[in-house]
Protein backbone atom coordinates (compact mmCIF):
# COMPACT_ATOMS: atom_id res chain seq x y z
CA UNK A 1 0.00 0.00 0.00
CA UNK A 2 1.83 3.16 -1.17
CA UNK A 3 2.64 6.02 1.77
CA UNK A 4 -0.09 8.91 2.39
CA UNK A 5 0.93 12.24 1.13
CA UNK A 6 1.23 14.31 4.38
CA UNK A 7 -0.12 17.51 4.83
CA UNK A 8 1.32 20.94 5.18
CA UNK A 9 0.67 20.91 8.82
CA UNK A 10 2.08 18.14 9.45
CA UNK A 11 5.32 18.36 7.51
CA UNK A 12 5.61 21.61 9.42
CA UNK A 13 5.12 19.54 12.53
CA UNK A 14 7.93 17.11 11.73
CA UNK A 15 9.72 20.17 10.76
CA UNK A 16 9.80 21.57 13.94
CA UNK A 17 9.76 18.37 15.95
CA UNK A 18 13.20 17.67 14.08
CA UNK A 19 14.57 21.17 15.18
CA UNK A 20 13.54 20.78 18.75
CA UNK A 21 15.90 17.69 18.26
CA UNK A 22 18.89 19.32 16.70
CA UNK A 23 18.32 22.08 19.62
CA UNK A 24 19.20 19.91 22.57
CA UNK A 25 21.52 18.13 20.67
CA UNK A 26 23.46 21.33 20.12
CA UNK A 27 22.54 23.10 23.66
CA UNK A 28 23.88 20.06 25.68
CA UNK A 29 26.81 18.65 22.91
CA UNK A 30 28.09 21.41 21.03
CA UNK A 31 27.70 22.13 17.38
CA UNK A 32 30.36 19.42 16.89
CA UNK A 33 28.23 16.85 17.97
CA UNK A 34 25.35 17.86 15.63
CA UNK A 35 24.64 15.63 12.57
CA UNK A 36 21.55 14.48 11.14
CA UNK A 37 22.39 10.89 12.02
CA UNK A 38 21.95 11.86 15.58
CA UNK A 39 18.77 14.06 15.06
CA UNK A 40 17.74 11.07 13.04
CA UNK A 41 18.32 8.30 16.23
CA UNK A 42 16.03 11.50 18.57
CA UNK A 43 13.68 11.06 15.87
CA UNK A 44 13.70 7.41 15.26
CA UNK A 45 14.08 7.91 11.68
CA UNK A 46 16.79 7.16 9.25
CA UNK A 47 19.13 10.26 8.21
CA UNK A 48 17.85 9.64 4.72
CA UNK A 49 14.71 10.80 6.01
CA UNK A 50 15.52 13.57 7.41
CA UNK A 51 16.41 15.17 3.93
CA UNK A 52 12.81 15.35 2.98
CA UNK A 53 11.96 17.64 5.50
CA UNK A 54 15.18 19.69 5.50
CA UNK A 55 17.06 19.15 2.07
CA UNK A 56 20.55 19.91 3.99
CA UNK A 57 22.76 20.72 6.87
CA UNK A 58 22.75 24.69 5.58
CA UNK A 59 18.90 24.54 5.81
CA UNK A 60 18.79 23.07 9.61
CA UNK A 61 21.18 25.42 10.50
CA UNK A 62 19.33 28.31 8.82
CA UNK A 63 16.44 27.30 10.76
CA UNK A 64 18.63 26.99 14.28
CA UNK A 65 19.94 30.50 13.54
CA UNK A 66 16.29 31.85 13.48
CA UNK A 67 14.74 30.02 16.31
CA UNK A 68 18.02 31.55 18.51
CA UNK A 69 17.44 34.98 17.27
CA UNK A 70 13.77 34.72 18.05
CA UNK A 71 14.95 33.46 21.86
CA UNK A 72 17.21 36.09 21.76
CA UNK A 73 14.71 38.82 20.69
CA UNK A 74 11.96 37.42 23.23
CA UNK A 75 14.25 37.36 26.35
CA UNK A 76 15.61 40.59 25.61
CA UNK A 77 11.59 41.97 25.09
CA UNK A 78 10.65 40.12 28.54
CA UNK A 79 13.51 42.09 30.23
CA UNK A 80 12.87 45.28 28.91
CA UNK A 81 8.96 45.26 29.54
CA UNK A 82 9.59 44.46 33.26
CA UNK A 83 11.58 48.01 33.63
CA UNK A 84 9.77 51.62 34.02
CA UNK A 85 12.44 53.87 32.89
CA UNK A 86 14.68 54.43 29.71
CA UNK A 87 17.77 53.91 31.58
CA UNK A 88 16.26 50.44 33.53
CA UNK A 89 15.51 49.29 30.16
CA UNK A 90 18.88 50.12 28.66
CA UNK A 91 20.49 48.41 31.31
CA UNK A 92 18.08 45.15 31.55
CA UNK A 93 18.33 44.81 27.99
CA UNK A 94 22.39 44.94 28.66
CA UNK A 95 21.76 42.01 31.04
CA UNK A 96 19.31 39.75 29.30
CA UNK A 97 22.00 39.97 26.40
CA UNK A 98 24.70 38.68 28.77
CA UNK A 99 22.49 36.19 30.79
CA UNK A 100 21.51 34.67 27.28
CA UNK A 101 25.01 34.48 26.20
CA UNK A 102 26.09 33.29 29.29
CA UNK A 103 23.83 30.53 30.17
CA UNK A 104 23.33 28.99 26.23
CA UNK A 105 27.10 28.29 25.33
CA UNK A 106 26.59 26.31 22.16
CA UNK A 107 23.95 27.96 21.26
CA UNK A 108 25.41 31.39 21.51
CA UNK A 109 28.65 29.89 19.70
CA UNK A 110 26.61 28.98 16.93
CA UNK A 111 24.69 32.17 16.54
CA UNK A 112 27.76 34.90 16.96
CA UNK A 113 31.45 32.84 16.92
CA UNK A 114 31.33 30.14 14.53
CA UNK A 115 31.99 30.76 10.62
CA UNK A 116 28.98 30.33 9.11
CA UNK A 117 27.08 31.00 5.41
CA UNK A 118 25.93 34.62 6.03
CA UNK A 119 22.80 35.76 4.13
CA UNK A 120 24.61 37.38 1.46
CA UNK A 121 25.85 33.82 0.75
CA UNK A 122 22.49 32.56 0.16
CA UNK A 123 21.03 34.51 -2.69
CA UNK A 124 20.36 32.99 -5.95
CA UNK A 125 20.32 29.33 -3.87
CA UNK A 126 17.16 27.36 -3.11
CA UNK A 127 18.13 28.45 0.48
CA UNK A 128 17.38 32.31 -0.31
CA UNK A 129 14.22 32.36 1.07
CA UNK A 130 14.46 30.64 4.34
CA UNK A 131 17.86 32.75 4.96
CA UNK A 132 16.04 35.64 4.29
CA UNK A 133 13.37 35.03 7.28
CA UNK A 134 16.63 34.04 9.43
CA UNK A 135 18.06 37.33 8.39
CA UNK A 136 15.36 39.42 9.40
CA UNK A 137 14.86 37.50 12.73
CA UNK A 138 18.90 38.29 13.68
CA UNK A 139 17.93 42.36 12.59
CA UNK A 140 15.04 42.84 14.72
CA UNK A 141 17.23 41.87 18.06
CA UNK A 142 19.46 44.87 16.38
CA UNK A 143 16.70 47.26 15.98
CA UNK A 144 15.66 46.38 19.40
CA UNK A 145 19.07 47.41 20.50
CA UNK A 146 19.42 50.69 18.87
CA UNK A 147 15.82 51.32 19.30
CA UNK A 148 15.96 51.16 23.78
CA UNK A 149 19.13 52.75 23.11
CA UNK A 150 18.05 55.71 21.10
CA UNK A 151 15.35 56.45 23.67
CA UNK A 152 17.44 56.26 26.14
CA UNK A 153 20.00 58.17 25.12
CA UNK A 154 17.04 60.67 24.21
CA UNK A 155 16.45 61.49 28.04
CA UNK A 156 19.80 63.03 28.04
CA UNK A 157 19.64 65.84 26.07
CA UNK A 158 23.30 67.15 26.96
CA UNK A 159 25.10 64.15 25.32
CA UNK A 160 26.74 64.88 21.89
CA UNK A 161 25.27 64.03 19.00
CA UNK A 162 26.02 59.91 17.44
CA UNK A 163 24.60 57.83 14.96
CA UNK A 164 22.32 55.57 17.18
CA UNK A 165 22.87 52.21 15.02
CA UNK A 166 27.06 52.74 14.99
CA UNK A 167 26.99 53.18 18.69
CA UNK A 168 24.75 50.34 19.72
CA UNK A 169 26.87 48.18 17.61
CA UNK A 170 30.05 49.33 19.53
CA UNK A 171 28.17 48.33 22.56
CA UNK A 172 27.03 45.09 21.37
CA UNK A 173 30.63 44.24 20.75
CA UNK A 174 32.19 44.96 23.48
CA UNK A 175 29.35 42.46 25.40
CA UNK A 176 29.98 40.21 22.91
CA UNK A 177 33.73 40.34 23.17
CA UNK A 178 33.45 39.75 27.43
CA UNK A 179 30.54 36.86 26.59
CA UNK A 180 33.20 35.12 24.79
CA UNK A 181 36.09 35.25 26.43
CA UNK A 182 33.86 33.78 29.45
CA UNK A 183 32.45 31.09 27.54
CA UNK A 184 35.45 29.68 25.94
CA UNK A 185 37.65 30.10 29.66
CA UNK A 186 40.05 32.42 28.79
CA UNK A 187 38.62 35.36 30.82
CA UNK A 188 39.51 32.33 33.70
CA UNK A 189 42.98 32.56 32.34
CA UNK A 190 43.89 36.37 32.32
CA UNK A 191 41.56 37.81 34.59
CA UNK A 192 43.05 38.34 38.15
CA UNK A 193 39.21 38.00 39.60
CA UNK A 194 36.72 36.71 37.24
CA UNK A 195 33.48 37.73 38.34
CA UNK A 196 35.28 41.45 39.11
CA UNK A 197 36.48 42.06 35.95
CA UNK A 198 33.05 40.34 34.03
CA UNK A 199 31.23 43.05 35.75
CA UNK A 200 33.19 46.02 35.34
CA UNK A 201 33.21 45.31 31.20
CA UNK A 202 29.65 45.04 31.47
CA UNK A 203 29.63 48.13 33.31
CA UNK A 204 31.54 49.78 31.01
CA UNK A 205 29.31 48.22 28.11
CA UNK A 206 26.55 50.06 29.96
CA UNK A 207 28.63 53.51 30.19
CA UNK A 208 29.36 53.84 26.30
CA UNK A 209 25.33 54.56 25.79
CA UNK A 210 26.20 57.91 28.32
CA UNK A 211 29.28 59.35 26.45
Known amino acids: MPKMTRSS ?10 LLRAFEILIKNGFENLSMAKIGSKMKMTAANLYNYYANKD ?22 SKADTPLKRYKNMIYAFVEFGTNN ?17 YIGTPQEALSSDEFRSSLKVLFLAVKITREYRETRPNLKKVET ?15 S ?19 KVI ?4 RLATR
Not at 59 to 80: D, F, G, P
Not at 181 to 199: P, V
Open 9 to 18: NEVNAVREQI
Open 59 to 80: ELLIAIHKKAYAMLYNTIRSAV
Open 105 to 121: VNLYDVMFNRPVRQHSD
Open 165 to 179: KLLTIQIISAIHGII
Open 181 to 199: LHNSGMLSQIADDLDITFK
Open 203 to 206: DNAI
